[in-house]
């Protein structure tokens, strides 16, 4: 089954403790990204990957870090978490081509609780 | 910075009658529009993708691109109760950027 799973699926955390957030997806996509949604404010891209070792910021990279050393995963580090980062993160993959992405995949989410 | 506006309702329709939901750009130079349908505390589904001026379908949804007036919808036909969820407009330029999208639209269909 085609799709983008992400690890953990929950978790409650403690300001400052450094924590790693999996995204791995199975259908051989070059664009992986991760987005932060807020009631309010909506889904907000983090940063985003156009193929292995290829990374950039979105628009609140603040406090998070990415890397893209295989093609299927793109795991999303937090290496001092803070309360204001309390929230749902989701990873999303897709087919790109000519410099163009394309329909993105979801995956199921990570509520992440920083206290 | 690229904005995505939508009304946020809730728009309520009754069961049957068809749902219409507007999206507005300020990028003229995006180039993929998508709809996606979020159910609370759920990850987006896409369901819709649309690129050319004009009407798309697919099943009981129609996406209508209109890239002059910079303005995109969704229209349901035959609402259903499971319909109900909040859908989101995303738009992306020709380059590497990411989706922008709007903060959704809660759709509440009446049984």
């Known amino acids: 089954e085609a799709q983008v799973t992400q690890n953990p699926r929950y978790l409650i955390t403690v300001t400052g403790k450094k924590l790693t957030v999996t995204c791995s997806q199975n259908m051989n996509h070059e664009y992986m990204s991760w987005y932060r949604q807020d009631p309010g404010l909506g889904l907000r891209q983090i940063y985003y990957s156009m193929n292995v070792e290829v990374t950039d910021k979105g628009d609140v990279p603040e406090g998070y870090k990415v890397s893209r050393k295989e093609k299927r995963n793109f795991p999303l580090i937090l290496e001092s978490p803070s309360p204001n980062q309390t929230s749902l993160y989701f990873c999303?993959?897709?087919?790109?081509?000519?410099?163009?992405?394309?329909?993105?995949?979801f995956g199921p989410g990570t509520r992440l609780t920083v206290t | 910075q690229k904005e995505v506006e939508q009304n946020s309702g809730p728009l309520s329709v009754p069961e049957g009658a068809i749902a219409s939901l507007n999206c507005t750009y300020s990028?003229?130079?995006?180039?993929?529009f998508f709809w996606y349908r979020q159910y609370s505390g759920k990850s987006p589904e896409l369901i819709m993708s649309?690129?050319?001026?004009g009407d798309k379908e697919d099943g009981r949804f129609t996406a209508q691109l209109n890239k002059a007036s910079q303005y995109v919808s969704l229209l349901i036909r035959d609402s259903q109760p499971s319909d109900s969820a909040t859908y989101l407009c995303?738009?992306?330029?020709?380059?590497?950027?990411?989706?922008?999208f709007g903060k959704g639209t809660h759709l509440i269909i009446q049984p």
């Open positions: 999303a993959s897709s087919f790109s081509w000519g410099g163009r992405t394309y329909e993105q995949y």
């Open positions: 649309i690129y050319s001026n």
């Open positions: 995303a738009v992306t330029g020709g380059g590497a950027d990411g989706l922008t």
């Open positions: 990028d003229r130079g995006s180039q993929s």
